[in-house]
């Protein structure tokens, strides 16, 4: 029985019962050493380049790579939580499914326990297993004074305190869930637990993309004391704590063996032994923040397991308590009937994709991610320049970006969502009713992507951008940023010819160059926009002119995506991920030999 939970945690085939588990393992696993070797390269490039490395000055540059890597266990670990958010206690299909069965609930609830742990355990180990061996080698590769037993200490130094980060960020949601639903209750949980967890998923991937920039004379000051530690980065300061106390002062103290026939003058040799006693300043603080962190580990994972078992003491009840009327939900109801001119399909796209995206744990995650990717880049911008009023031909581009390259990660992630579907299970009901013409509904889809991903946000930035520009630059800043996303929403659905949220997943044939190019053209249009923006932003006349030619390009789009439509193609509702063959081009080898 835990094998069977743990395959659910592994592989969905409510998203796409055509998947092979193996391979979506395969993918998960490559997925993630990949990014580990990657990004363990990039942060030991100033060691691999250095001719004679100081033991010293090498010791406190390296508390930032540290700290990068444990907020980076923290933060993965917990979003893999998040991703099984729903599959960290039981569900109404596991009652449906096994309490009919002669199987005592215990016994459920202990192998559904077993799955999580086991999961988040054996998730911790790969995610850090890589970069544990690697980044110690990296970062000694050219210490002449480092022996093998030196690097060993290292190795299993990062490797405990990373995996530990790991193990708390996990079992930390674990834990954080089975609290929120003692305190609000069952009932209660229902219906805040979608928020709690799209409001986590934000949190985590904004500090995972903030956690680079952090320096090491930050950390060295936050570590010393001189200033304090911003409450995010104190748990990470914990195990960054076991690492320095566990095998960190092993750097800091290795003799300096020069290349042959080489000697090092005064000033380096200074600037090693400042270094040094630097670091032995900070060792009491690393043993007193090591303490705190062996302390965190048992205690979180006693509360995650308390709280499950009590939790799920009884199997969950299978009824679904439907959702109380009320005057703002038949209000929006009347708006949105309203925007969507009466048309059935458009109405119809419309409340799916809206019932979708506020509903379905993976569409919400989605929007979260793209969310979250917008919430780091503004608060880049503020932390860099500040929320001050500047004259606009000295307005930084990064605060003029803050809008276009939030709505361009909110397209990005809806157009991919859009490819999730809600329930293949049911998508019959809308094979049986669709009339093959996919134009009024997809339409309703747009509608709806419009009024929450584009209008929303917009307010919601809204007096953020009158702080900074003034009233009426900041009307037409955020006017310009809904033509151009509308413009972006269009050309992003140009090829796209299936069925939204209801056909099966299939996933993208080639991601390692999808994604770098998706990345790069959305930091290009952003901030390319934000310097054509800025120079029209200066004189009146320039203003209207961009108005205009943005206007022409969502009409011109929009010209292009109907005159593209006019021709039906037949939808594949169930669509299957290519064979293996068929990528490495095998296939076409054995139907058509040389």
């Given at each position: 029985m835990t094998r069977l939970f743990l395959r659910r945690l592994i592989d969905n085939d409510v998203i796409s019962p055509h998947a092979d588990r193996h391979e979506s393992l395969a993918v998960l696993c490559a997925l993630v050493v990949s990014l580990a070797v990657f990004v363990t390269f990039f942060v030991s490039t100033d060691y691999l380049a250095a001719f004679?490395?100081?033991?010293?000055?090498?010791?406190?540059?390296?508390?930032?790579?540290?700290?990068?890597?444990?907020?980076?266990?923290?933060?993965?670990?917990?979003?893999?939580?998040?991703?099984?958010?729903?599959a960290l206690a039981l569900e109404p299909r596991d009652a449906?499914?096994?309490?009919?069965?002669?199987?005592?609930a215990r016994t459920i609830t202990r192998a559904k326990l077993a799955a999580a742990l086991v999961f988040g355990t054996v998730f911790a180990f790969a995610l850090n297993a890589v970069p544990s061996v690697l980044y110690p080698v990296f970062l000694t590769l050219n210490m002449r004074g480092m022996n093998g037993r030196g690097i060993l200490q290292l190795i299993v130094g990062h490797a405990t305190s990373v995996v530990m980060a790991g193990l708390v960020g996990f079992f930390g949601v674990l834990a954080a869930r089975g609290v929120l639903r003692l305190m609000v209750g069952e009932r209660g949980f229902r219906h805040v637990s979608s928020t709690v967890q799209?409001?986590?998923?934000?949190?985590?991937?904004?500090?995972?993309?903030?956690?680079?920039?952090?320096?090491?004379?930050?950390?060295?000051?936050?570590v010393a004391g001189v200033m304090p530690a911003r409450w995010p980065a104190v748990p990470v300061l914990w195990y960054l704590g076991v690492n320095e106390t566990l095998a960190g002062h092993i750097v800091a103290e290795t003799p300096i063996v020069p290349p042959p026939r080489f000697s090092l003058v005064a000033f380096p040799r200074?600037?090693?032994?400042?270094?040094?006693?630097?670091?032995?300043?900070?060792?009491?603080?690393?043993?007193?923040?090591?303490?705190r962190a062996w302390l965190s580990v048992p205690v979180v994972t006693f509360l995650a397991i308390v709280t499950f078992l009590w939790n799920n003491r009884r199997l969950p009840d299978q009824a679904a308590g439907g959702r109380a009327r009320s005057r703002l939900r038949a209000s929006v109801r009347r708006?949105?009937?309203?925007?969507?001119?009466?048309?059935?399909?458009?109405?119809?796209?419309?409340?799916?994709?809206?019932q979708t995206l506020t509903r379905s744990v993976p569409h919400r995650t989605i929007v979260a991610i793209a969310v979250a990717a917008g919430s780091t880049h503004l608060l880049m911008a503020l932390a860099t320049t500040g929320?001050?009023?500047?004259?606009?031909?000295?307005?930084?581009?990064?605060l003029l970006g803050i809008n276009i390259l939030a709505l361009a990660s909110l397209m990005a992630g809806f157009r991919y969502a859009v490819t999730v579907p809600a329930a293949l299970a049911s998508n019959w009901t809308i094979r049986l009713a669709w009339l093959g013409d996919e134009r009024g509904y997809l339409a309703g889809v747009k509608r709806a992507a419009i009024v929450g991903l584009v209008t929303v946000p917009l307010l919601v930035l809204l007096p953020l951008h009158v702080a900074v520009f003034g009233f009426a630059i900041a009307v037409v800043h955020s006017i310009y940023g809904f033509m151009l996303a509308i413009a972006m929403l269009d050309v992003l659905f140009l090829g796209y010819r299936q069925f939204p949220f209801a056909c099966s997943y299939v996933p993208v044939e080639n991601p390692k160059l999808l994604w770098p190019t998706g990345l790069a053209a959305v930091l290009f249009v952003s901030y390319g926009f934000a310097d054509v923006e800025r120079l029209a932003l200066q004189s009146a006349t320039r203003t209207v002119a961009l108005g205009a030619a943005l206007g022409a390009i969502v009409l011109l789009v929009k010209i292009?995506?109907?005159?593209?439509?006019?021709?039906?193609?037949?939808?594949?509702?169930?669509?299957?991920?290519?064979?293996?063959?068929?990528?490495?081009?095998?296939f076409e080898r054995m139907v058509h030999p040389d």
């Amino acid at each position: 029985m835990t094998r069977l939970f743990l395959r659910r945690l592994i592989d969905n085939d409510v998203i796409s019962p055509h998947a092979d588990r193996h391979e979506s393992l395969a993918v998960l696993c490559a997925l993630v050493v990949s990014l580990a070797v990657f990004v363990t390269f990039f942060v030991s490039t100033d060691y691999l380049a250095a001719f004679i490395q100081l033991p010293g000055p090498t010791a406190l540059h390296a508390l930032s790579d540290r700290f990068l890597f444990v907020s980076a266990s923290i933060a993965v670990s917990a979003l893999a939580a998040l991703m099984v958010w729903d599959a960290l206690a039981l569900e109404p299909r596991d009652a449906a499914i096994l309490g009919p069965l002669p199987i005592p609930a215990r016994t459920i609830t202990r192998a559904k326990l077993a799955a999580a742990l086991v999961f988040g355990t054996v998730f911790a180990f790969a995610l850090n297993a890589v970069p544990s061996v690697l980044y110690p080698v990296f970062l000694t590769l050219n210490m002449r004074g480092m022996n093998g037993r030196g690097i060993l200490q290292l190795i299993v130094g990062h490797a405990t305190s990373v995996v530990m980060a790991g193990l708390v960020g996990f079992f930390g949601v674990l834990a954080a869930r089975g609290v929120l639903r003692l305190m609000v209750g069952e009932r209660g949980f229902r219906h805040v637990s979608s928020t709690v967890q799209s409001s986590l998923v934000v949190c985590m991937v904004t500090a995972l993309l903030l956690a680079p920039t952090v320096r090491a004379a930050v950390v060295r000051d936050w570590v010393a004391g001189v200033m304090p530690a911003r409450w995010p980065a104190v748990p990470v300061l914990w195990y960054l704590g076991v690492n320095e106390t566990l095998a960190g002062h092993i750097v800091a103290e290795t003799p300096i063996v020069p290349p042959p026939r080489f000697s090092l003058v005064a000033f380096p040799r200074q600037q090693d032994d400042a270094s040094r006693a630097a670091y032995r300043v900070l060792a009491p603080r690393f043993a007193a923040l090591a303490r705190r962190a062996w302390l965190s580990v048992p205690v979180v994972t006693f509360l995650a397991i308390v709280t499950f078992l009590w939790n799920n003491r009884r199997l969950p009840d299978q009824a679904a308590g439907g959702r109380a009327r009320s005057r703002l939900r038949a209000s929006v109801r009347r708006m949105a009937e309203w925007a969507t001119d009466g048309n059935p399909e458009t109405q119809a796209g419309f409340f799916f994709t809206w019932q979708t995206l506020t509903r379905s744990v993976p569409h919400r995650t989605i929007v979260a991610i793209a969310v979250a990717a917008g919430s780091t880049h503004l608060l880049m911008a503020l932390a860099t320049t500040g929320a001050h009023r500047l004259a606009i031909s000295s307005m930084p581009l990064g605060l003029l970006g803050i809008n276009i390259l939030a709505l361009a990660s909110l397209m990005a992630g809806f157009r991919y969502a859009v490819t999730v579907p809600a329930a293949l299970a049911s998508n019959w009901t809308i094979r049986l009713a669709w009339l093959g013409d996919e134009r009024g509904y997809l339409a309703g889809v747009k509608r709806a992507a419009i009024v929450g991903l584009v209008t929303v946000p917009l307010l919601v930035l809204l007096p953020l951008h009158v702080a900074v520009f003034g009233f009426a630059i900041a009307v037409v800043h955020s006017i310009y940023g809904f033509m151009l996303a509308i413009a972006m929403l269009d050309v992003l659905f140009l090829g796209y010819r299936q069925f939204p949220f209801a056909c099966s997943y299939v996933p993208v044939e080639n991601p390692k160059l999808l994604w770098p190019t998706g990345l790069a053209a959305v930091l290009f249009v952003s901030y390319g926009f934000a310097d054509v923006e800025r120079l029209a932003l200066q004189s009146a006349t320039r203003t209207v002119a961009l108005g205009a030619a943005l206007g022409a390009i969502v009409l011109l789009v929009k010209i292009i995506d109907r005159t593209t439509r006019r021709e039906r193609r037949p939808v594949n509702f169930d669509e299957r991920p290519a064979l293996a063959t068929q990528r490495l081009g095998l296939f076409e080898r054995m139907v058509h030999p040389d």
